[in-house]
């Protein structure tokens, strides 16, 4: 089968393929340093269903312009059956699937769709410092619409940051502030019952 790349704006590339018919979670798997692209081919060319979300990165004056960067360096996503992982760790440049003790652990369906809604936007996104607390907000309108993440201000823009649990990692795309409203508000104002806390 082969490797499906989708170039979106100038920024952000990311790089899946297919696989007819599953279902099966997502997993991030471990791969040695700078492999995440030929191990999203190789699996790709298994079957699989993969994702690795890239970047756009400034160089310095003396490089190029720009390169495509994976946003989570050594990891790739993908899908598959739990108990059948032998595939996946003999492809060249594997290290591990990330898991808790002898069991993969599965990354969360919403976070992979939330990555997914950022790369398709064409909107600048880069790697973020991994967050834990903050302001967590929704977006109201354009091509990120109903996606919620944590609101940064960084000088005079703001970032929405989407986390993935699993791995401790973020990524930060940048919005408009005025698309963005709090969770909690929202919440409230959709329920007439509800009190504000």
Request: a positive charge; proline letters at 7%; aromatic letters at 8%.
């Amino acid at each position: 089968m082969a490797m499906q790349g989708t170039l979106l704006g100038n920024s952000q590339q990311s790089v899946s393929g297919s696989q007819c018919g599953t279902l099966e979670p997502w997993y991030a798997i471990w791969v040695r340093s700078r492999h995440e692209k030929i191990v999203a081919n190789s699996l790709t060319c298994k079957g699989y269903e993969m994702f690795l979300p890239m970047y756009s990165s400034l160089r310095r004056a003396s490089g190029p312009a720009s390169a495509q960067l994976p946003l989570f360096p050594g990891y790739v996503f993908c899908r598959f059956e739990m108990n059948r992982p032998l595939q996946i760790l003999t492809t060249p440049g594997v290290v591990s699937i990330v898991s808790a003790g002898d069991t993969p652990l599965a990354v969360a369906e919403q976070e992979i769709e939330a990555l997914r809604s950022v790369i398709a936007s064409g909107l600048r996104v880069q790697p973020w410092p991994y967050l834990t607390e903050g302001q967590r907000v929704r977006i109201g309108a354009g091509p990120l619409r109903d996606l919620e993440g944590v609101l940064v201000k960084m000088k005079n823009e703001f970032t929405l940051v989407i986390s993935v649990m699993l791995l401790q990692r973020s990524v930060g795309v940048e919005i408009a502030r005025e698309l963005v409203e709090p969770v909690k508000e929202l919440a409230w104002r959709l329920s007439p019952f509800a009190q504000p806390s």
